[in-house]
């Protein structure tokens, strides 16, 4: 087993192919403090793991997840951040910008959104590392995730216009269709809240009113992302006036 990498907060190994990540003890915290937060954190992970490659983004594939440690599949590749060029950076991007929005579209936060946390293998994107992520539906948390990303662009690939193209991948509509096709959202999941009385209990619909909801859904999600982006404009005018 080969120590590869090391963080403030886990220690990841190489064992016999596959990808071993360990939460590390805080000696500074009370002791059942750090064994909580180190196995809830341990699990959250796991389970975004899951959650992400449900909705059709690449991550590695998870094999086990004990105590304090995920073991994972190691993806063969290479660091985004060594291979962004000016012959495929526009591809990248907007790949990067479609793969963030259906995790956006499902409520889940990366945390730490970079170049050197996206694997290419075969021209394929993975995304690795999702120790600070988080589930919310807030847009605020969505917008920083984007900000973080943003930062990124700006001050590692200075010389590539990465967020024009980021953006032409994060607002595209077939994204929506993609994402309500693989949750195979319902009329009635959708419209099942006891505030909402457009659904009519035992309703059934023709395929054209199938259709129309499907419609529906997809803008809603479309909505959803919208406002991602302009709370993330103002967030970013804040920081330029400030």
Request: hydrophobic residues 35%; contains cysteine; proline residues 2%.
């Amino acid at each position: 087993m080969k120590l590869i990498a090391q963080g403030a907060e886990a220690k990841i190994y190489l064992d016999r192919g596959k990808i071993k990540k360990e939460r590390i003890c805080k000696k500074y915290r009370e002791k059942e403090l750090d064994i909580f937060l180190r196995k809830t954190r341990t699990k959250k992970e796991a389970k975004l793991l899951s959650d992400v490659k449900r909705v059709g983004v690449k991550v590695p594939t998870l094999f086990d997840v004990k105590k304090f440690l995920i073991e994972m599949e190691f993806v063969e590749g290479s660091k985004l951040k060594k291979v962004l060029n000016k012959n495929n950076y526009k591809n990248f991007s907007r790949k990067i910008g479609e793969e963030i929005a259906k995790m956006h579209l499902a409520d889940i936060i990366h945390g730490d959104l970079t170049t050197s946390n996206l694997i290419v293998k075969k021209r394929e994107l993975y995304f690795i590392d999702f120790g600070l992520g988080i589930e919310t539906k807030g847009p605020e948390q969505k917008a920083s995730d984007l900000l973080t990303l943003y930062q990124n662009f700006k001050s590692v690939h200075p010389e590539f216009d990465c967020w024009k193209y980021f953006l032409t991948g994060y607002r595209r509509k077939e994204t929506e269709k993609a994402f309500v096709a693989s949750q195979r959202c319902t009329v009635h999941s959708f419209f099942q809240r006891k505030n909402d009385a457009s659904f009519p209990e035992g309703k059934r619909f023709s395929a054209k009113g199938r259709k129309d909801v499907q419609a529906l859904l997809e803008q809603r999600m479309f909505q959803r992302k919208t406002s991602v982006l302009e709370v993330f404009e103002k967030i970013l005018k804040r920081r330029r006036y400030s």
